[in-house]
């Protein structure tokens, strides 16, 4: 069993930070990328950055600048730190690890996908 335990978000005033945390644990024997994806109501879940555990990331262009992703490997963690936060921003926030479990996997399964339950940023004008 794998669990994402997501923290950080909450309602800030536009302009302002936050720092969004997302640590890793149960039967992972490493974890290849992690990453942060976010859905505002009505629209589709979109990739907000991702991180390699070599530490190569992607953003998307409407982050470019103000958020930076990071990752703590020996932790399991990885953050996205916000700032000059928009009130376009506001969204649940995922954290999305793929990985490979502890139990060996199934002929033409690579890695295993999860997700973490989410966490708001609300940012207001």
């Known amino acids: 069993q794998v669990q994402l335990v997501e923290s950080g978000g909450g309602l800030v005033q536009a302009g302002g930070s936050l720092r969004l945390s997302c640590a890793a644990s149960g039967s992972i024997f490493s974890i290849n990328a992690m990453g942060w994806y976010r859905q505002a109501p009505g629209k589709q879940r979109e990739l907000v950055a991702a991180?390699?555990?070599?530490?190569?990331?992607s953003c998307a262009d409407s982050v470019k600048g103000r958020f930076t992703i990071s990752r703590d490997n020996a932790k399991n963690t990885v953050y996205l730190q916000m700032n000059s936060l928009k009130p376009e921003d506001t969204a649940i926030y995922y954290c999305?690890?793929?990985?490979?479990?502890?139990?060996?996997?199934?002929?033409?399964?690579?890695?295993?996908?999860?997700w973490g339950q989410g966490t708001q940023v609300t940012v207001s004008s």
């Open positions: 999305n690890a793929d990985y490979l479990p502890t139990i060996p996997l199934g002929p033409g399964t690579y890695s295993l996908d999860y």
């Open positions: 991180i390699t555990s070599g530490g190569s990331t």
